[in-house]
């Protein structure tokens, strides 16, 4: 089994940041793409960004662009999200998805039904 675990969402002010981590773990699995997406109530889940393993390409969502970027721990299978300028629009269950294949340079990684692994979400709020 893959465990998926995502942690840092909390409460946070327009204009401040957060980082958000991904920690993926288990037994005969490669990551190839590690990617966040979020939903906000009433709406669909929306791709914010994906990390390419084998090449440390990174992608990320027009709405973000700027204001996120990533960082990444080989060791423990762990990426991190910062967010920073946060704007109320970011309000949503952030989650993460893991991939094993390489979706980027397809441009699969933008539908998150490619993904075959997902954390639990975690919250982030961001109040005006």
């Known amino acids: 089994q893959v465990q998926v675990v995502e942690t840092g969402g909390g409460l946070v002010q327009a204009g401040g940041s957060l980082s958000l981590s991904c920690a993926a773990s288990g037994r005969a699995f490669t990551i190839r793409t590690m990617a966040w997406f979020r939903q906000a109530p009433g709406k669909e889940r929306e791709f914010v960004a994906a990390f390419s393993w084998s090449n440390t390409h990174t992608y990320y969502a027009h709405s973000v662009e700027g204001r996120f970027t990533f960082s990444k721990d080989n060791a423990k299978n762990t990426l991190w999200l910062r967010m920073t300028s946060l704007k109320p629009e970011d309000t949503a269950v952030y989650y993460c998805?893991?991939?094993?294949?390489?979706?980027?340079?397809?441009?699969?990684?933008?539908?998150?039904?490619?993904?075959?692994?997902w954390g639990q979400g975690t919250q982030v709020t961001v109040s005006s």
């Open positions: 998805g893991v991939g094993q294949q390489d979706l980027c340079p397809g441009g699969e990684c933008y539908s998150h039904y490619e993904y075959d692994y």
